[in-house]
């Protein structure tokens, strides 16, 4: 998709009666579809890769026919057969709730990779760098639980409803250090605009690297494996409590918007932590959009890496870590950022 | 003023017969506020199968495959009971090589049996990468069954007067290579979860039992022990020759989930130190006693109990002179552990709840019988 393409498309949507400004928003409209298939497809990898880590990781083998030696087409069986299962809807469910919610927590966990920075060109030309666009992740990832609430209560199952209220608790509560992580960046980079947090990183000053940050990483990570519900914190969802927590009434292809969306943001949070603190796609040699994968990926076989190897805490546990630990360590970060920032440290 | 005047109701959750960790078909009826759990009432009796009417219509040796069922985890110590209230009603002496096999059996089932225990405790506190490892060390104890007796998990090694097969060539080696790998094994999860403060946070001052409680209740096992009380059976009655052998009854008196769980992990590298010595020991001669083909006690009574992986496992038998037994009575110790249950439960958290049912180590087969 070079610049060639773009213009080869504006100029054939505008010679056909198109007036630019809307020829545009078809073209970004394109890429956003775009963004979204990519995802779609990393999701697919993504629960392979979790598969063969964890099979690594306790002695096992893992997939390992379908679709050769290492079972690269098992998602992707996984996936038709999720399509193919009947859709039940439990007899006293409410029924629009019901049906509404799994699409409220699969949009979100979309819509926040329009801001995502695959390559060093990639918003500036095919996509918008929006001046707010860290205000527009937070303000979209806040959006799920709304979902989830929605799904358990719509379920009409009490260990639905129990997981639903763990999971807004939840939710709610790491937002906080979550966005505060995020504030250090915008305050050490002056700016809401991701280009601009990129831009500031460059030349191998990645934030990572620079004092106070580093806390700000740590806490991203925790609260972001909190909001993305892994182990240790998949109180919501947690199997040998809930059964399957908010979804558990769920099935077939509902049941897999509600997998795909939690596959979603999992690589969201790596990829923006990626954007926020290791420079995005910066790196020697190899192209942007490889350095940037690869810094992603890394993240995220970390993250795979503790949801496979510690137990689950308890709800009350989860919930006292956020408020007397997470959220003052995190008001800190901000504190201390702002004091390197101001007497030009950092 | 504000908690005056919102109504809160209480929620009947119905955990169960079928849920991830219920440790079989077990119905849990938790009456919840919120989280906390105000009330529970265990629900028993999915799996009743009639064992002990059915011991009435079989011969003594017929019902013998029937107790490998009850307790499935540890069949061995099922047999045990058995064999051993029939013995002492027929007044049978068993062959020396015949007694170290059966300790041997035993101990290579408590092993098993607490290695199921970890995999499945690891696996309701989501730590489930405990859960394949200690499986992946359960299914060398199976192998060496099936070398032995060609069973896996349903064994019948005991029989009357001995024990069903003499062990063939290589099982000794195998089982102590066994031996010298599985301590390298605990220290494993040991360092994978003992250590992990996760767990510990999950595990300590959760699900107290008091000594005074858990004696009143007539637990026993590791159940009792993690409670600080020092009985168990191999050393309070010995039976086949556990008298001689040397091992230490390990206690924890912290009386919470993570005591039980530690005396379970130390019973395995005790249960090594047996085997060890069995192994060392182990006499040549006959494996079997001479019974006859019809086998008819004399008329009375006898109990056998054994220290099963969980607990006291008995087996009373009542004896009218005749091919089958007049009456089988099973003591399960699970059902005693189950009748505790709401008591360490209540006031703990739904979370709590898989925990503590976890650490009691229950098995419905010898529930419900």
């Known amino acids: 998709m070079s610049g060639g393409a773009q213009d080869k498309v504006l100029q054939f949507l505008i010679t056909h009666g198109l007036p630019a400004w809307i020829a545009s928003a078809v073209w970004m409209l394109l890429m956003a579809i775009a963004v979204i298939i990519f995802v779609l497809l990393t999701v697919l990898i993504l629960v392979w890769l979790e598969r063969k880590i964890s099979a690594d990781l306790q002695s096992r083998v893992g997939p390992n026919r379908t679709g050769g030696r290492f079972g690269l087409m098992q998602t992707m069986a996984d996936a038709l057969k999720l399509l193919m299962k009947e859709d039940t809807i439990p007899h006293c469910a409410d029924r629009v709730v019901f049906i509404l919610a799994p699409f409220l927590v699969f949009v979100p966990a979309l819509l926040v990779f329009l801001v995502v920075p695959f390559t060093d060109q990639w918003l500036v030309k095919y996509l918008r760098d929006l001046n707010l666009g860290v205000l527009f992740v937070i303000a979209v990832s806040a959006l799920p639980v709304i979902g989830l609430l929605m799904a358990g209560w719509g379920s009409n199952n009490k260990y639905a409803m129990l997981g639903a209220m763990r999971a807004v608790a939840q939710g709610m509560s790491y937002e906080i250090p979550l966005v505060l992580a995020m504030v250090c960046v915008v305050v050490a980079a002056g700016s809401l605009k991701v280009g601009d947090i990129v831009g500031a990183q460059l030349g191998g000053h990645w934030f990572i690297t620079r004092f106070p940050l580093q806390l700000a990483f740590v806490i991203y990570l925790i609260a972001g494996m909190a909001e993305v519900n892994r182990v240790p914190f998949d109180l919501p969802e947690a199997e040998s409590e809930l059964v399957a927590g908010y979804f558990t009434e769920y099935s077939g292809m509902r049941f897999a918007l509600f997998f795909l969306a939690e596959f979603a943001h999992l690589f969201f949070v790596a990829a923006f932590a990626t954007t926020l603190f290791f420079g995005a796609w910066e790196g020697p040699v190899l192209p942007p959009a490889v350095w940037f994968l690869i810094k992603t990926y890394a993240i995220i076989i970390l993250i795979m890496w503790i949801r496979w190897t510690v137990p689950r805490l308890r709800i009350d546990q989860v919930m006292s870590f956020a408020w007397k630990l997470l959220v003052p360590a995190s008001l800190l970060a901000v504190a201390l950022t702002g004091i390197a920032v101001v007497y030009g440290k950092l | ?36 759990v105000v009330d529970c009432r265990p629900v028993i009796g999915y799996l009743h199968r009639g064992v002990e009417k059915i011991g009435e219509a079989r011969t003594y040796p017929q019902f013998l495959p029937y107790t490998d069922r009850l307790d499935y985890l540890s069949s061995a110590s099922n047999n045990a009971a058995y064999v051993l209230a029939v013995e002492k009603l027929m007044g049978l002496e068993v062959p020396e090589r015949a007694k170290y096999l059966r300790v041997i059996a035993l101990e290579l089932n408590r092993i098993a049996s607490h290695l199921v225990f970890l995999a499945t405790f690891g696996n309701d506190l989501a730590a489930t990468t ?11 104890i199976m192998d060496l069954f099936e070398m032995w007796v060609g069973a896996r998990l349903t064994q019948s090694t005991f029989k009357l007067g001995g024990v069903s097969d003499d062990v063939p060539e290589g099982f000794v080696q195998q089982a102590r290579d066994f031996c010298r790998l599985l301590p390298g094994r605990v220290d494993e999860y040991d360092r994978l979860l003992t250590g992990n403060r996760i767990f510990e946070a999950r595990t300590r001052g959760v699900g107290l039992l008091p000594p005074e409680v858990a004696l009143d209740y007539a637990c026993s096992g590791p159940t009792l022990r993690g409670s600080g009380v020092a009985f168990d059976l191999r050393r309070a009655a010995p039976y086949e020759m556990y008298d001689r052998l040397d091992f230490d009854v390990v206690t924890h008196s912290s009386c919470d989930c993570l005591g039980r769980y530690l005396v379970r992990m130390q019973e395995m590298r005790q249960s090594v130190r047996i085997l060890q010595q069995c192994l060392d020991q182990l006499p040549e001669g006959e494996v079997r006693a001479k019974v006859g083909r019809v086998v008819k006690p004399p008329a009375g009574e006898a109990y056998g109990r054994v220290e099963s992986p969980r607990g006291e496992f008995g087996c009373y038998v009542v004896s009218d002179g005749g091919t089958s037994p007049r009456r089988v009575r099973l003591r399960a110790p699970s059902f005693f552990h189950l009748a505790v249950l709401p008591q360490m439960l209540r006031g703990w958290k739904v979370g709590d709840v898989v925990a503590i049912l976890g650490s009691i180590d229950i098995v419905l087969g010898e529930v419900d019988r």
């Open chain 2, 1 to 36: 003023m504000l908690q005056q005047s919102i109504l809160t109701e209480h929620v009947t959750l119905n955990m169960g017969p079928q849920h991830p960790s219920t440790h079989g078909v077990l119905r849990l009826e938790l009456t919840l506020e919120g989280e906390v």
């Open chain 2, 130 to 140: 405990a859960f394949l490892y200690a499986i992946r060390e359960r299914e060398l």
